[in-house]
Each structure stands twice: as structure tokens, then as C-alpha cells.
């Protein structure tokens, strides 16, 4: 028998399954949302793509130009969005985020300017043994640092930091904002040209990212309740645009509290840190 | 086919990719859910991916992907389900001795062939979509058409017009 019999039976054995009805405008709606909500990717799903993307550049670097991968390393002043921290700063690191199509670009972080990083966190600890690399995703979100850690496996510890840099600014309700003014901050932030994402937080989800923040302070976490959390808006807005301009514009409004700079650059000289307090941190962990 | 758009090749592949997935053992649904995340994620990297020489490799290696990491979260052995799946196929099958081998092929085999000889994947793009080494995927289909009594094809020169 022939491999031509066999494509022959294995096209007839296709032809009796029903066919498949796809939707090419159901698909490109599919992507804008997925573009906006940025995370909605399956965790493990992305990481096979990842992964397999990877494997891709190790058997054929020819014909798989998207795994050739350019050098996406960029000075820090370049990163506007850190979405996890990877320790240490290897070339096989930087093999793997430069093919990886998670990852956006990347810059270096001296271990010996640790200390500017802001604001502090347990990636500035992780710091503290070797160099790392700030990292930028393409879809950055909640399982962005879960893709990342099972893409590098033991390479490298990921320290995710989606919950401090995801954004450019972050507009507080009052704890005690209605709903309509929630409503209408909202309106207008989706309304805004300068903005290119919203992600409202709820104050179950505010609960969720203060356990997160004071995962060492159980007592603190104990004593308090989402309801006693404020409402917020974490804002992306579209390149180049001026974030104190927004930030005003919202600070104003009925119900907002304040409207708060997330991120100015990795190293904000505005910023910094209290050393004794992120000192104190580190040698906890 | 760089010049491509993306909706020629959605409207000229999405069938096929979906076909291709429930020979290889899928589940209708599943095949469905897989086409589509592969094809979703196309779109967002079409720069990139439009101008590979096979756009529809990347495809069938992300949706290949994703329905064995499906069969994993799923903890179900492919083989079960490649036995329910070839059943629905076969229905109307009157010439049942090449249909009844790859029925009974294992698993991994069965994918192995289905890639390599209904998408027509080089043998990279078949490794890469099973997660392993091409000569890996040599030896398994090898062993397949071995078992088929398939004439063996020579798998090095496949390579050469790659």
C-alpha cells in the first residue's frame, strides 16, 4: 500500500465530518476583546504557545522568523509597564524572553540600583543576589507571571508585579462613592481618547490585591473588609499621552478620590523609597 | 503569502484545521474551541505569522497544542476519546481495512499521521506540534505506517525539500 492511499482515505475519512462554520467577524471581535482585557488567555494555553514557539526556534530558525526573535532589550527608561521581574539576568533568560511572544521588551536591572526600584517590592528582594530583568508583556494580566514562570521553568524565579505597574494610573472612588458616580467615572474614562484600556476594580477585587499587598500582615488583612475598600479604575493609556493631563481630569470628579500615578519610569527619582522599610521587607523573605 | 489577509486564510483553513483535529482524536466541540483560540491568536500576531512560508503550521501547532493540553487538564487518556471520535467518523465507512488501522492506531501515532498526511505539515511543524523532537516523529511514524502496512516513505528526504 502507498502513502497516496493513505492521504487518499485519511481526505475521505475528513470529508464525512460535518464541516466546521467558522466566523471570521466573530473571530476578529474575539481579538479586540482579547486585546483590551489583555489577560483573557487561557494560562496554560499561552504557555504552550510560548513553549512550542520556543521549539520552533530550536528546529528551524529559517523558515520561523517570529521565534528568530529580535533583541528585545531596551534601556529602562524605555519600560513603561512592568508586569513581572525575572531573576537573574541570564543569556539564557534573555534567549527565552526575546523569543518568547509573551513578553513585549525587557530591560536589565542592576542589582546595585535595586534600591530605586519602584515601588519596593519582593522583586527588589529577589534582586538583592544577581541583576534582573523588567519585564513588559504583550497581554499583561492576571496569569502573565504564571505564563512567564512556566515558560522559563527553573531558569529563573518570575516575581509577578502586575499588581503595581500593570497600569499608568489608578483613579480611587471614595469609599463611599454611589454607584452612579462609579457609573459615570467609568463613562467617561471608556470615553477618553487618551486611554487606551479601563479595568474596573471592584471592592472584592480591591480585597483581593490588599490580600495580596499584606499577605505579611494577616492581622491587618483580618481586621479588614472589602466593603471598607475603595472602588478603583486602573488606566493604560495610549502611547505617548500625558498622564498628569489625565490624572487631572479626573481628580475632580464627584465620588473620586484621588487619581494616582502607578508608574512614571523604573526608576522614578519622585518615588523613592524608604530604604529602612523595603530593607526591613527583604530580610524577611 | 505574506500578501494574504487574514481573512482569506481563516475562510480558506478554518475548515480544515478543524477536521484535521477531530481525525487526530478530537472531540467535535473541543476540536472547535481549539481551531478557534489557534486562529484567534493568528489574528493578533498576523504580522509575524502572515509572512511564514506555512501560516496554517503555526495554526495547526497552536490548536494541537491546545487539545493536548486539553486531554491533559481534562486527565482523560486520547485514547478514549479517539475511540468515540473515529466511531462518529466511521459511520458510512464501507472499506474498513486502512480505516480500521488508523482507527486502531495509538494516540500520539494517530496525531503523527493525521499532521503529517492530511495537513501536509513538514516534519518539524509536526514535531513542534506534538511537543517533541523530528526524529521523534520519525520513529512514531514509522511505526504507524509499519503497522498500517503503509510502504514505508523516506522520512530523511522529506527534510531536503523543506
Known amino acids: ?285 | 503569502m505574506g500578501a494574504l489577509g487574514f481573512d482569506e486564510f481563516y475562510e480558506s483553513h478554518f475548515d480544515r484545521v478543524g477536521r484535521a483535529l477531530v481525525l487526530a482524536g478530537a472531540e467535535r466541540e473541543v476540536a472547535r474551541d481549539a481551531t478557534q483560540e489557534a486562529f484567534t491568536r493568528a489574528l493578533r500576531r498576523w504580522r509575524k505569522v502572515g509572512e511564514m512560508d506555512r501560516p496554517d503550521g503555526w495554526v495547526y501547532v497552536v490548536a494541537m497544542n491546545q487539545l493536548r493540553d486539553h486531554w491533559r487538564r481534562a486527565e482523560r487518556r486520547a485514547a478514549e476519546i479517539d475511540e468515540t471520535a473515529l466511531d462518529n467518523t466511521s459511520a458510512v465507512a464501507t472499506r474498513l481495512s486502512l480505516r480500521e488501522a488508523i482507527a486502531t492506531l495509538p494516540p500520539r501515532q494517530r496525531q503523527a499521521v493525521v499532521l503529517r498526511y492530511f495537513a501536509d505539515l513538514p516534519l518539524a511543524d509536526v514535531a513542534d506540534a506534538m511537543g517533541c523532537a523530528t526524529g521523534t516523529v520519525k520513529a512514531t511514524l514509522h511505526h504507524a505506517l509499519q503497522s498500517m502496512r503503509v510502504d514505508l516513505e523516506d522520512l530523511e528526504d522529506d527534510d531536503a525539500d523543506r
Open chain 1, 1 to 285: 500500500m502507498q502513502i497516496d492511499e493513505l492521504r487518499g482515505e485519511l481526505t475521505s475519512l475528513a470529508d464525512e465530518i460535518p464541516p466546521f462554520e467558522g466566523d471570521v467577524r466573530q473571530l476578529h471581535r474575539r481579538a479586540r476583546r482579547r486585546r483590551v482585557v489583555g489577560s483573557a488567555v487561557a494560562v496554560a494555553l499561552a504557555v504552550v504557545v510560548a513553549v512550542s514557539t520556543v521549539a520552533i526556534a530550536r528546529h528551524d530558525n529559517g523558515r520561523a522568523r517570529i521565534a528568530a526573535g529580535p533583541d528585545k532589550e531596551v534601556s529602562p527608561d524605555q519600560i513603561t509597564h512592568v508586569d513581572a521581574i525575572v531573576v537573574p539576568a541570564t543569556p539564557v533568560v534573555k534567549a527565552a524572553l526575546d523569543a518568547s511572544p509573551l513578553v513585549t521588551k525587557y530591560a536589565r536591572v542592576p542589582q546595585s540600583d535595586r534600591w530605586k526600584l519602584q515601588p519596593p517590592s519582593d522583586g527588589l528582594c529577589a534582586l538583592g543576589t544577581s541583576d534582573g530583568y523588567a519585564v513588559d508583556g504583550v497581554a499583561p494580566g492576571a496569569n502573565f507571571a504564571e505564563d512567564l514562570t512556566r515558560l522559563l521553568r527553573d531558569q529563573a524565579r518570575v516575581l509577578d508585579q502586575s499588581d503595581r505597574f500593570s497600569a499608568d494610573l489608578e483613579v480611587f472612588m471614595k469609599v463611599t462613592a454611589s454607584s452612579h458616580d462609579v457609573q459615570s467615572v467609568q463613562t467617561a474614562l471608556n470615553a477618553d481618547p487618551d486611554i487606551l484600556s479601563v479595568r474596573h476594580l471592584s471592592k472584592a477585587d480591591a480585597y483581593a490585591v490588599f490580600k495580596r499587598e499584606f499577605a505579611d500582615q494577616p492581622d491587618l488583612v483580618k481586621s479588614t473588609k472589602a466593603s471598607g475598600l475603595p472602588e478603583s479604575f486602573r488606566v493604560i493609556l495610549k502611547s505617548g499621552r500625558s498622564v498628569s493631563a489625565v490624572v487631572l481630569r479626573y481628580q475632580g470628579l464627584a465620588g473620586v478620590d484621588s487619581a494616582i500615578t502607578l508608574f512614571r519610569g523604573l526608576f522614578d527619582p519622585s518615588l523613592l523609597p524608604i530604604p529602612s522599610q523595603t530593607a526591613t521587607a527583604c530580610t524577611n523573605g
